[in-house]
T-cell receptor
Framework: GDSVTQMEGPVTLSEEAFLTINCTYT??????LFWYVQYPGEGLQLLLK?????DKGSNKGFEATYRKETTSFHLEKGSVQVSDSAVYFC????????????FGTGTRLLVSP | GAVVSQHPSRVICKSGTSVKIECRSL??????MFWYRQFPKQSLMLMAT?????????EQGVEKDKFLINHASLTLSTLTVASAHPEDSSFYIC?????????????FGSGTQLSVL
C-alpha cells in the first residue's frame, strides 16, 4: 500500500538556521500533497499544499515542491524561529480526495533561541 | 475558524475497562469523521471512517468489536475502546472535513493519549 517516509526527529536547530525535513512517498499520481503541523497542545493543521507535479506550496516562510520524478515533497524554511517548534507531518492523500491521508511518522522540530 | 474538539486529551486506565473518546466539530457539521492512531515512532494510521447515521467503515486489521464508533449526530463522533489492554495504549486522533465552504478543509482534534496499565 501507499507509504510515506519522513526523516526521524527530533531535529534541533538554533534560531535563524535553515531547515529541511525530507519526505518521500511510494505511490505515484497523487493529485495533491500536504504538510501538516501540530503545535503543542493543538490539533494538526494544514501548513501548505501542492496540487500538481512541480507545484510549490508555501506558507509562513515554509516551502515544499512536489517532485514527481523523485517522489519527494521536502519541507524547507530559510530561517526558523522558536515559534516553529512543533511536529511536522508529510501527508499525501489516500485516493483522489483530501479527507483521508497517509501519514509519515512526524518529525519533531525543536528551535532554541 | 472551524475547530474540532477532542476529549479527553489524556487517559490512564486499568486493563479491562472501556474508554470513550469524543470528537466534536464545533461550528460546522460533519457527516464523516476519521479516526487515526499512532504507536510510538510509527506513523499515524487510519483506523476507521465514522459515518453519521450509519455504520463505521473500518480499515483492514482493525477490530470493530474492540473499537466501537458511534456517529449519532452531525457534530459528534465517539470512539470507545472496549475492554482496553496495554497493547491498546496509543495516541488517538480524529479529523473532520468541512465541505460547506468554497475551500474544503480538513480539521483535526488535538489527540488523546491512552495509557492502559
Amino acid at each position: 500500500g501507499d507509504s510515506v517516509t519522513q526523516m526521524e526527529g527530533p531535529v534541533t536547530l538554533s534560531e535563524e538556521a535553515f531547515l529541511t525535513i525530507n519526505c518521500t512517498y511510494t505511490a505515484t499520481g497523487y493529485p495533491s500533497l500536504f504538510w501538516y503541523v501540530q503545535y503543542p497542545g493543538e490539533g494538526l493543521q494544514l501548513l501548505l499544499k501542492a496540487t500538481k507535479a512541480d507545484d510549490k506550496g508555501s506558507n509562513k516562510g515554509f516551502e515544499a515542491t512536489y517532485r514527481k520524478e523523485t517522489t519527494s515533497f521536502h519541507l524547507e524554511k530559510g530561517s526558523v524561529q522558536v515559534s516553529d517548534s512543533a511536529v511536522y507531518f508529510c501527508a499525501p492523500p489516500r485516493g483522489t480526495g483530501f479527507q483521508k491521508l497517509v501519514f509519515g511518522t512526524g518529525t519533531r522540530l525543536l528551535v532554541s533561541p | 475558524g472551524a475547530v474540532v474538539s477532542q476529549h479527553p486529551s489524556r487517559v490512564i486506565c486499568k486493563s479491562g475497562t472501556s474508554v470513550k473518546i469524543e470528537c466534536r466539530s464545533l461550528d460546522f457539521q460533519a457527516t464523516t469523521m476519521f479516526w487515526y492512531r499512532q504507536f510510538p515512532k510509527q506513523s499515524l494510521m487510519l483506523m476507521a471512517t465514522s459515518n453519521e447515521g450509519s455504520k463505521a467503515t473500518y480499515e483492514q486489521g482493525v477490530e470493530k468489536d474492540k473499537f466501537l464508533i458511534n456517529h449519532a449526530s452531525l457534530t459528534l463522533s465517539t470512539l470507545t475502546v472496549a475492554s482496553a489492554h496495554p497493547e491498546d495504549s496509543s495516541f488517538y486522533i480524529c479529523s473532520a472535513p468541512d465541505v460547506t465552504g468554497e475551500n474544503e478543509k480538513l480539521f483535526f482534534g488535538s489527540g488523546t493519549q491512552l495509557s492502559v496499565l
